[in-house]
């Protein structure tokens, strides 16, 4: 009941306050200052840390693993050309997932400003998968970058998903002395295939 | 209130400052942000556009606010998140204690949060016998010196790898004498790792809510807010009431700002957006007010709530940079955490607005353009009107009030000074009673006023 009393006391409180309404800008587009938003997205991807590997066809992505990462251990794959390896038991919780050497997803969206993919839980499933790997690799179709943040949105609807992820490189801290540090709690590297 | 023992900024700067080197040190590396920064923000075109649609929207935030509230509370509803509301600091320990309680956790992973820091959740939480782990590398540094965070974006950035060295040798048995940043972050990687496996809920901050969808955004680079948050079934999302903006196209305005603001990088490494509850589990959001509302109140002060916690505004401080986070007193220090404060507790932060040089530069760099340095020389003038100015300061402030008004006592005051300047014994500009002579000299005096000069010298 206090959660009750304080959500009333605190939209009172609110009301009392308030300044007067303004109106909500509205947000125009913006052009992309890149004569080529792919090759761009790929700049910005590797100043990020992140690996980008241009393919043909889904079927080379089996090269790309092999020579990438020529001793993985136990993978999980989402993506039909490369099989998993790593064994789940019936029911298995996301803790069950620790031990993924490499994981392959596929991304939904490239922003080409930042370098980030957007997955989420409409191809991804468990949530914990891009974060507990070791490595991670995305497939991402070069048609589904898009210049900035604004027009990716435009393609995102957040209300149908579960959970979504913008995903711009690996894991990194630079928290010891501004030193930074590749692989702090999630993926170690981050590579992506250009399709 | 007026019961707390006021800060004391410059005793405190006083201690920070003690060692000259460090604070050299600390005002690099804290410079170093301020110039990713500036890199960053350069590479977008339409950076002061999105800085005055990022302040817009906050304006229309603020307007609006009980109602986006509610709207966002009906959509997180509607996606199964258990929503609560806490009046203040108390209430929200309380709220998240009760949840955590009734699923006997015994172990609680915690992203950065600042709202938490603000409320003292750790310690609350600890003394019913949850133990809670702090997972941003920084925050966990911090929390095993038994400390609070010193910047808001990087909780660590007074601490060197050397004490970092020693500090996980003696509680995590690494390597002695170790200073290399990669292998003590790998032994953080491991360490944290072993309690993300076996915590049994997840606590994260949040750096938008999006009132259309009823989701929350959390952004880290580490990727330690996800680890807990998907790995265990119970999540809880505490949010400041100011957190809210309307739409999900506005994330768009807002992604663009903060990284870049904060550290210069296009976007955090990871920016999770989190709906609905994983399947068999439990979302809970905790909305607190604490103070915010009444804040809302101040006409002059109100637009300090649409911070989004950058960390651009003391990055580029001079003040911040050289006399660190603590010095501040509070959770959130610099610019911006000089003018929070003082609409908490006028008595207690009443130091704070007048640690600043008013030179401007947070505002210029400010992604919703909070006008922080005309708010710092405001909250001094309501420092004066309740009679909280130390009266050195007062003294000194209304002999000048007296010369500065009139041109022919400021004509004859500025003679006598050069005169005294060029003449007085040291012991009379440099004592105790002259704050400001510590640690500076005065310049050589010219032998003419400017006046003279300009007169002489005009064709």
């Not at chain 1, 990462?69 to 794959?77: E, K, M």
């Not at chain 1, 991304?107 to 957007?118: C, Q």
């Not at chain 2, 009266?391 to 050069?418: I, W």
Request: charged share 25%; with cysteine; hydrophobic share 35%.
């Amino acid at each position: 009941m206090e959660s009750t009393d304080a959500r009333k006391s605190i939209l009172e409180s609110i009301r009392k306050h308030r300044p007067e309404s303004s109106d909500i800008p509205a947000i125009p587009d913006f052009e992309s200052p890149m004569s080529n938003i792919v090759f761009g997205f790929g700049e910005v991807a590797a100043a990020n840390g992140s690996k980008v590997v241009h393919i043909d066809d889904p079927d080379q992505l089996q090269e790309v693993i092999k020579a990438n990462f020529p001793d993985i251990g136990p993978v999980y794959s989402l993506v039909d050309q490369i099989p998993s390896t790593f064994q789940l038991r019936e029911g298995a919780a996301p803790v069950d997932h620790q031990g993924i050497d490499l994981a392959i997803l596929h991304a939904e969206l490239g922003v080409a400003e930042n370098g980030a993919v957007w997955v989420s839980t409409e191809s991804m499933n468990p949530r914990i998968l891009p974060f507990i790997c070791e490595h991670l690799v995305v497939l991402l179709e070069k048609s589904s970058i898009r210049s900035n943040m604004h027009e990716a949105y435009k393609e995102i609807n957040l209300k149908n998903i579960g959970f979504g992820v913008f995903i711009a490189g690996p894991s990194k801290t630079a928290d010891i002395e501004q030193s930074l540090v590749i692989g702090a709690q999630g993926a170690r590297s981050h590579t992506i295939c250009l399709l | 209130m007026g019961s707390q023992k006021s800060i004391n900024h410059a005793a405190a700067a006083d201690k920070f400052i003690a060692n000259e080197s460090r604070t050299d040190w600390h005002n690099a590396s804290v410079s170093y942000l301020r110039k990713k920064r500036d890199v960053g923000a350069a590479l977008v075109p339409e950076w002061e556009t999105l800085r005055s649609l990022a302040s817009g929207i906050k304006n229309n935030v603020l307007g609006n606010l009980d109602q986006y509230l509610e709207q966002f509370e009906k959509n997180a509803q509607a996606n199964g998140v258990q929503v609560h509301w806490a009046v203040d600091a108390e209430s929200h320990n309380r709220i998240v204690t009760s949840i955590l309680e009734r699923h006997k956790v015994k172990l609680l992973v915690k992203s950065k949060s600042m709202l938490t820091e603000e409320c003292h959740l750790n310690p609350h939480l600890e003394a019913r016998g949850i133990e809670v782990v702090d997972t941003d590398l920084g925050e966990r540094i911090i929390q095993m010196r038994d400390e609070g965070p010193s910047h808001i974006v990087a909780p660590a950035i007074h601490i060197k790898k050397e004490e970092v060295g020693e500090l996980f040798h003696d509680q995590l048995q690494s390597e002695a004498g170790a200073t290399d940043p990669q292998y003590l972050t790998e032994v953080a990687r491991q360490h944290l790792r072993e309690k993300f496996l076996n915590c049994d809920a997840a606590l994260t901050g949040v750096n938008f809510a999006v009132a259309e969808t009823g989701g929350v955004v959390v952004c880290t680079n580490e990727g330690n807010a996800d680890m807990g948050a998907h790995m265990v079934p119970l999540q809880i999302h505490c949010m400041g009431i100011e957190k809210i903006i309307p739409r999900q196209q506005d994330l768009g305005v807002f992604l663009r700002l903060l990284a870049r603001s904060a550290t210069g990088q296009p976007i955090t490494i990871y920016s999770s957006h989190h709906q609905k509850p994983k399947e068999g589990g439990e979302m809970h959001i905790v909305i607190v007010d604490n103070g915010r509302s009444k804040h809302l109140g101040r006409d002059t002060f109100r637009n300090a709530l649409k911070c989004i916690r950058c960390g651009a505004c003391m990055n580029s401080c001079p003040v911040y940079r050289r006399s660190g986070g603590y010095s501040y007193g509070y959770t959130v220090p610099g610019p911006i955490g000089s003018i929070l404060t003082p609409g908490f507790n006028l008595e207690k932060y009443k130091e704070l607005p007048f640690a600043s040089t008013l030179c401007g530069a947070c505002s210029a760099v400010c992604p919703t353009k909070i006008n922080i340095d005309e708010q710092l020389y405001k909250w001094r003038q309501k420092v004066y009107e309740e009679d909280y100015l130390d009266k050195t300061k007062e003294t000194g402030l209304s002999v000048a009030g007296n010369v500065l008004s009139s041109a022919k006592k400021y004509k004859r005051a500025s003679a006598l000074m050069r005169w005294a300047l060029k003449w007085m014994p040291r012991f009379m500009t440099h004592n105790r009673f002259n704050a400001w002579a510590k640690k500076r000299e005065l310049p050589e005096v010219p032998g003419e006023s400017f006046r003279d000069w300009y007169r002489k010298n005009r064709k």
